[in-house]
């Protein structure tokens, strides 16, 4: 269903619920899918995810269509990773890299992974790098985004964000050939 | 190593039919957070702020129901008086009977002169009475 569909029942309130149902069914594995790759942990996405779709439906009356209705979803899910990320990082007196360690542990101890050795590489490479930074990586890298869209969904340049973008493809394949 | 090099590959899953279930879990903890809104029934503020004021309002409306002096005038408040408490009022004030008989607006007094009203009435004195007084005094009956 096209985005103006689901407005057009989100502003119905007869059809409000089916509409807003619709929209999570889908929004819900690309939300799920950027949060999971910032947070790693299973538990921590869905919890996240979860609360992406409740400041939605909390805020779907303010939503104004000056934006498309998914960057206005992605930006509040990018949101929740950077502000989970932050609190967890503050709350632990962490330093970035201990972050990284951590989540790290966690992808070494996930027996569900499916992959190989150089892509569970890549991953740990991600987690070397600031939070924002790997968020750019993850939506032109594995998202495939354009540049334009997620300079709406992060408020960065274009300019910004390929500066950033290819400077974390220069560290991580330094890592992938060091270590 | 170049990142051409690896296949991009998401290594991450999730459990059986988790994405099945989770629209109806989003679907529930939106209802578990209904009561928080606007119309609902919030006991914090119940108690703290809506009990007091509803119990303000009722005391107001009591009294402004209850209260007897509410549409009397001063003229009939003034009447509720007893004459001699108004006298014995009047008698420690430093209002002079000029005073009070300035205060008079005698156009708008209602008086009824008509023949029917006894001028004279309550001094019932019969004519032997009267002439005496005359008498007492020196009063001349062609005077009057």
């Given at each position: 269903m096209e985005d103006k569909d689901l407005l057009f029942k989100l502003r119905d309130p007869d059809s409000l619920n089916y509409g807003f149902n619709l929209l999570v069914r889908k929004y819900q594995q690309k939300v799920y899918w950027h949060i999971r790759k910032m947070v790693i942990d299973h538990d921590d996405a869905d919890d996240l995810t979860q609360e992406v779709f409740v400041k939605v439906w909390k805020n779907i009356s303010s939503?104004?269509?000056?934006?498309q209705l998914f960057t206005w979803i992605y930006r509040i899910a990018t949101n929740e990773c950077l502000n989970f990320l932050k609190k967890k990082r503050s709350r632990f007196f962490l330093p970035i890299h201990d972050i990284a360690h951590e989540l790290s542990g966690r992808l070494d101890s996930d027996p569900n992974l499916d992959g190989d050795k150089i892509q569970l590489k890549l991953q740990k490479a991600l987690l070397t790098l600031p939070d924002k930074q790997r968020l750019v990586f993850n939506m032109k890298y594995?998202?495939?985004?354009?540049y334009e869209e997620m300079s709406e969904i992060t408020d960065t340049s274009v300019g910004a964000l390929k500066a950033s973008y290819h400077h974390a493809v220069k560290k991580i394949e330094e890592f992938l050939s060091n270590d | 190593m170049k990142l051409e090099d690896i296949n991009k590959k998401n290594i991450y899953s999730v459990p059986d039919k988790y994405f099945d279930q989770l629209p109806a879990r989003v679907q529930a903890r939106i209802q578990a957070k209904k009561p928080e809104g606007f119309f609902s029934l919030n006991w914090s503020f119940t108690y703290k702020v809506a009990a007091p004021a509803l119990a303000m309002a009722m005391l107001v409306l009591f009294f402004w129901f209850d209260n007897?002096?509410?549409?009397?005038s001063a003229e009939s408040l003034l009447a509720q008086v007893a004459t001699d408490d108004l006298i014995a009022y009047l008698e420690t004030t430093d209002i002079t009977t000029d005073e009070i008989i300035e205060s008079i607006d005698f156009e708008n007094i209602d008086l009824d002169l008509s023949e029917e009203t006894p001028i004279m009435e309550g001094i019932e004195m019969n004519e032997e009475s009267i002439n005496s007084i005359l008498d007492e005094f020196g009063v001349d009956e062609d005077i009057l």
């Amino acid at each position: 269903m096209e985005d103006k569909d689901l407005l057009f029942k989100l502003r119905d309130p007869d059809s409000l619920n089916y509409g807003f149902n619709l929209l999570v069914r889908k929004y819900q594995q690309k939300v799920y899918w950027h949060i999971r790759k910032m947070v790693i942990d299973h538990d921590d996405a869905d919890d996240l995810t979860q609360e992406v779709f409740v400041k939605v439906w909390k805020n779907i009356s303010s939503f104004r269509e000056d934006s498309q209705l998914f960057t206005w979803i992605y930006r509040i899910a990018t949101n929740e990773c950077l502000n989970f990320l932050k609190k967890k990082r503050s709350r632990f007196f962490l330093p970035i890299h201990d972050i990284a360690h951590e989540l790290s542990g966690r992808l070494d101890s996930d027996p569900n992974l499916d992959g190989d050795k150089i892509q569970l590489k890549l991953q740990k490479a991600l987690l070397t790098l600031p939070d924002k930074q790997r968020l750019v990586f993850n939506m032109k890298y594995f998202e495939e985004m354009k540049y334009e869209e997620m300079s709406e969904i992060t408020d960065t340049s274009v300019g910004a964000l390929k500066a950033s973008y290819h400077h974390a493809v220069k560290k991580i394949e330094e890592f992938l050939s060091n270590d | 190593m170049k990142l051409e090099d690896i296949n991009k590959k998401n290594i991450y899953s999730v459990p059986d039919k988790y994405f099945d279930q989770l629209p109806a879990r989003v679907q529930a903890r939106i209802q578990a957070k209904k009561p928080e809104g606007f119309f609902s029934l919030n006991w914090s503020f119940t108690y703290k702020v809506a009990a007091p004021a509803l119990a303000m309002a009722m005391l107001v409306l009591f009294f402004w129901f209850d209260n007897p002096v509410r549409n009397q005038s001063a003229e009939s408040l003034l009447a509720q008086v007893a004459t001699d408490d108004l006298i014995a009022y009047l008698e420690t004030t430093d209002i002079t009977t000029d005073e009070i008989i300035e205060s008079i607006d005698f156009e708008n007094i209602d008086l009824d002169l008509s023949e029917e009203t006894p001028i004279m009435e309550g001094i019932e004195m019969n004519e032997e009475s009267i002439n005496s007084i005359l008498d007492e005094f020196g009063v001349d009956e062609d005077i009057l």
